[in-house]
């Protein structure tokens, strides 16, 4: 049986900052790929990569970085090939970008209905009037009480969950098959991200979109993706289901992150901290980049680039030893 093409794949992609420091190698040798209708975790921690791969995706790198070499494909079209005004008709009509804090991308000297009907007139041709009906519609799709006065507040009058739930309309306006989420709730307090994931989730099962989400939390991949990326400083560990990753971790990187994940059922006193700190990328460590932190670190660690290598079932993993390792999870049913 012939598996179908996925939605979107990136393969060895190479994102760099040619900074006045040196060559920051932000992104270095990146593949994944996402289904349609699968959500996506990538997850790392901060300075991994995650975002530059995001914008890498919809080529909105910011200066001084640079999309050096890979291929990024799109329901079959190489999006690295293309115009930037056939990059304009995907971005924001078959790609959306949820940003991390809403605050910083709301316009904050127009409307919310002003802003949503620009982007739906951008993209479709609709009258002013038929688009603040959209927005309007949209508004309540998102759940956001009072659509009828907010759609004509500004974006300081709101409150940081009702922004976030404007930006996911707005990323919906258009009605993208794939959203990016980079982050979407790590500005908000407790009860509202996870009022923000079970949005995300219904409106993604209910409009059949793929999504990529973006995160450093393992319990929110654990909650809401179908397979999961794990990043590290610009490369890739492993991927796998979440099931796959989460039961049978293959990379050590990968299973001290589930080992940082809070566990009330272990009644821990104190967190496990992973040692050490992320590599400069400027100069990062020889062979595998996360041996200096890692236990189980040899000498072909250091000698040694590891290839991302297919381990059967759909998993890729990017570590010299994982044969012989018998790597445990904490979070294991």
């Not at 919809?58 to 293309?82: M, T």
Request: charged share 25%.
């Amino acid at each position: 049986m012939t598996l179908p093409d996925p939605l979107l794949r990136v393969q060895g992609l190479r994102t760099y900052f040619y900074t006045y420091a040196g060559i920051v190698k932000a992104v270095d040798n990146v593949s994944l790929e996402v289904n349609k209708g699968e959500t996506l975790g990538v997850v790392g921690e901060s300075g991994s990569g995650k975002t530059v791969t995001a914008q890498s995706v919809l080529r909105v790198v910011p200066p001084p970085g640079k999309i050096v070499d890979g291929k990024i494909e799109f329901q079959g079209k190489n999006l690295l090939a293309l115009r930037e005004t056939e990059m304009q008709q995907i971005r924001g009509k078959e790609i959306a970008y949820i940003f991390q804090d809403p605050t910083t991308t709301l316009d904050p000297v127009y409307t919310v209905g002003d802003q949503l009907a620009e982007v739906i007139m951008r993209h479709q041709k609709l009258s002013k009037k038929d688009a603040w009906a959209k927005a309007a519609d949209l508004l309540k799709m998102v759940d956001i009480p009072d659509a009828d006065i907010r759609i004509h507040q500004y974006p300081h009058e709101l409150s940081g969950g009702t922004k976030q739930r404007i930006a996911i309309a707005r990323a919906l306006s258009c009605e993208p098959i794939l959203i990016i989420a980079d982050e979407p709730t790590t500005a908000l307090d407790v009860t509202i991200q996870a009022q923000i994931l079970d949005l995300l989730r219904e409106i993604k099962n209910r409009m059949n979109l793929a999504m990529v989400l973006i995160t450093h939390d393992m319990g929110i991949v654990a909650e809401i993706c179908d397979r999961v990326t794990v990043l590290y400083a610009g490369q890739v560990c492993e991927s796998g289901t979440v099931e796959q990753v989460f039961e049978k971790p293959k990379h050590p990187y990968t299973q001290a992150l589930l080992t940082s994940v809070p566990n009330l059922a272990l009644r821990k006193e104190k967190l496990s901290v992973i040692p050490g700190n992320v590599p400069n990328l400027i100069e990062p460590p020889p062979g595998c980049r996360f041996n200096p932190r890692c236990p189980y670190a040899q000498q072909i660690c250091i000698d040694k680039v590891p290839e991302l290598e297919p381990i059967g079932e759909g998993r890729l993993v990017h570590c010299h030893r994982w044969k012989e390792l018998d790597l445990k999870s904490p979070v294991a049913s």
